[in-house]
């Protein structure tokens, strides 16, 4: 079994900043990328970033600028810095992963969510 573990989230102010982390632990050979979705109450899930094994990202309009993915291979360890944190950033952020398995299979994997939350 793979399991995403997050860590980082809270409350605070506009133009604030967070950190997220997100590590993956289990069978894992290897991870072929990593990245970060949000979901707002009433919206769809929706892309934030994403960085593959090699160190391409690829991030969505609205936090280009502002937020910064980045990774530990060594550590299957993924990253989310969010600066200038605007009130429409609230979201439940999810990490997932696309794992190659010791067992030669490739799983596609969600954690369970941190709460982000942008307010005066």
């Known amino acids: 079994q793979v399991q995403l573990v997050e860590s980082g989230g809270g409350l605070v102010q506009p133009g604030g900043s967070l950190r997220l982390s997100c590590a993956a632990s289990g069978s894992i050979f290897s991870i072929a990328a990593m990245g970060w979705y949000r979901q707002a109450p009433g919206k769809q899930r929706e892309l934030v970033a994403r960085i593959t094994s090699g160190g391409s990202t690829n991030y969505a309009d609205s936090v280009k600028g502002r937020f910064t993915i980045s990774s530990d291979n060594a550590k299957n360890t993924v990253y989310l810095q969010l600066n200038s944190l605007k009130p429409e950033d609230t979201a439940v952020y999810y990490c997932?992963?696309?794992?190659?398995?010791?067992?030669?299979?490739?799983?596609?994997?969600w954690g369970q969510g941190t709460q982000v939350t942008v307010s005066s």
């Open positions: 997932d992963a696309n794992v190659l398995r010791i067992t030669g299979a490739r799983i596609h994997y």
